[in-house]
């Protein structure tokens, strides 16, 4: 049974080319993908970028205990992550941290202020009517989804074309679909707009019941507020960011404003009218693929009691009007028209459908942007954290310097305590080094893992970690050559041995960074994370490249011959004598046994 094992043993001690050949490639593979993706440096957190982070927590509404689920929180990330869009911020991140947290990472030193106000107030959702729309210059107007009563067959009018639904597609109106309409042609479309849509009753009221001085101060102030919302409407350009996110956003429930809305990639400008439903009056919708008349996708509405009339009454009104745009509703989320569907009748019953060339993604977008009206969460700023740009760079130069000096310290221990294994031990740390350095690069586009200080802190503790396998292998080498045996002989038999008990290191170390990324929020994960990442780098370094470079280094004279600045020096270590086994006399003549050479 000896000699078989023996001969695997041989095998591969011979053949520890091949391990170090395969790390070589995984650092090629990761370095190039690295560079080819153009990610060559990882993400930074925010108290090393700089910028504002702010951590929400989630709370039930009072009689919904059930109310914090993945769905409910994927859908509030969505409705925050368009907020802080419409700051402006290309690098903004929004993203949920365990259960009931969402984290908002804004870099580069944004407002904190402006940007608690928009991720941490409760989104506002309405159903306006609209007056007028014109589209941005060099924008192509598109066929609008359509709105029907829940159950109908068909979900659009032969008149209205369906057409893909980015939200809020529709075809303008004959006021306001030219995109080279003239200031002076949008001013009068506004000024029609208000007029049709005044209600005759609150006039002939207001006629009735008011003196000749009061109509006339009246139709003052109301011409004094239809010129001023000509003029927004005239200057409003929603291809520019910034004046997206001012159209509307100060707008009351009760008055007539002007928003924006994207059909297909363009940007579109509205004149709406009062908010005539709220998002609270919105019960339940969801994204279903209709089967039955093969219609695709169409997002399902359920209203409240309360929503249903309401409902039926804006549709009732909306349908008497054949052309567009004064046929459509504008859904509003936060002062942004995220879809405007046509009303060809009266949508009675509490349920509704909104159907077009939809794409699953697309309808279940505008079932959680309807379903945020009435979502039962509430969520209350834990904490904001600002960061200048010149204090994260500071903090960065630091850590970088800890670093530094840490692996500069353990690189001097092991050349003066270790001195030619070191030859082993520094190139060791390199490819962890490079290994950990290419994956956190990768990482950042691919999970978006941001660096920031307390992971630079354990980059920093893992230096020790990785270096104490390495000298749990060379002190078992250490303790063979002590019995007596060779170099060759001695790295087989110790690492056995050494393996056992980096394994078991590695896996207590691992196990508190698992540990420590369940149980904390915040800053403290991304030192747990580089922890475990660097200790499963760690065994990866040790058993494809410490172990196979010392397999090739002891038979090479220097070490096999046990010179002084080896490291590996018998005398040194005050190895025994090795064993020597001499032939004896055969017969008699041998003399007795030797019990400790038997």
Known sequence: ???????????????PGRSLALILIAIVALTGGMFASGNTTPRLGIDLAGGTSITLQAHNEPGQPNAINKTNMNTAVEIMNRRVNGLGVSEAEVQTQGTSNIIVNIPKGTNSAEARQQVGTTAKLYFRPVLAQQASVGATPSASPSASAG??????????????????????????????????SQGRAVTDALKAGSTPSSSASASSSASPSATSSADASASAAASKLEAEYTALDCSKATQRAKAGKTAKPSDTTVACGKIGGAWYKYVLGPARVDGTDVKKAQAVYDTQSAAGWQVQMTFTGSGAKKFADVTAELAKNTSQPTNEFGIVLDGEVVSSPTVSQSITGGQAEISGSFTQEEAQSLANVLSYGALPLSFRTESVTTVTAALGGEQLHAGLLAGAIGLALVIIYLVAFYRGLSLVAIPSLL?????????MSLLGPTIHFALNLP??????????ITADSFIVFFERIRDEIREGRTLRPAVERAWPRARRTILVSDFVSFLAAAVLFIVTVGKVQGFAFTLGLTTVLDV????FFTKPLMTVLARRKFFASG????????KGLGAKAPLRRTRRPAGPAAGPVDPKEA
């Open 1 to 15: 049974m000896a000699a078989p094992k023996r001969g695997r043993s041989a095998s591969a001690q011979s053949k």
């Open 151 to 184: 159950g109908s067959s068909s979900a659009s009018p032969s008149t209205s074309p369906s057409s893909s639904a980015s939200a809020s597609q529709k075809a303008t109106g004959s006021s306001s679909a030219s995109p080279s309409s003239s200031a002076t």
């Open 540 to 543: 990866v370094v040790v058993f």
């Open 455 to 464: 992971a630079v802190c354990g980059a920093i503790v893992a230096i020790g």
């Open 431 to 439: 490819v962890s080094a490079v290994l950990t350095y290419a994956i």
């Open 563 to 570: 010179h002084k600045w080896s490291g590996l020096d018998p």
